[in-house]
């Protein structure tokens, strides 16, 4: 497991150097998790250190999003400013989200078939 969690460390340190050195407009853990997913698709496969350890940490995701969640009690003043965007965001990303994924599901169905 500590090899896995090796390889996830590196990547993002290697997308937050990425990020730091080039000033895109990416947070350097979405350039190492994109990183990550090229050098997988390349590898053939996920090694099985590294399945562990994301199988562990997703296990764990609900904690990591508590400090981001408690976070917003401490906007709530720009949130209500901000409430009917914020709205139309959820809204507009959910249905876009269901339409992507139904489509791509019968996509996928009608290939396995």
């Not at 460390?9 to 350039?31: D, K, M, N």
Request: aromatic share 8%; charged share 10%; proline share 3%.
């Amino acid at each position: 497991m500590i090899k896995g969690l090796s390889i996830l460390l590196f990547f993002q340190c290697l997308g937050e150097l990425i990020r730091s050195y080039t000033q895109v407009a990416l947070p350097g853990p979405v350039i190492g998790m994109l990183l990550l997913f090229a050098a997988l698709c390349l590898r053939g496969g996920v090694a099985k250190s590294l399945q562990n350890a994301s199988q562990s940490l997703i296990g764990l995701m609900t904690l990591l999003f508590v400090p981001a969640t408690t976070g917003l009690f401490f906007l709530s003043a720009q949130i209500m400013s901000q409430w009917l965007a914020i709205a139309v965001s959820l809204v507009a990303g959910t249905v876009l989200s269901l339409i992507f994924n139904a489509l791509l599901m019968k996509r996928l169905v009608k290939m396995h078939e």
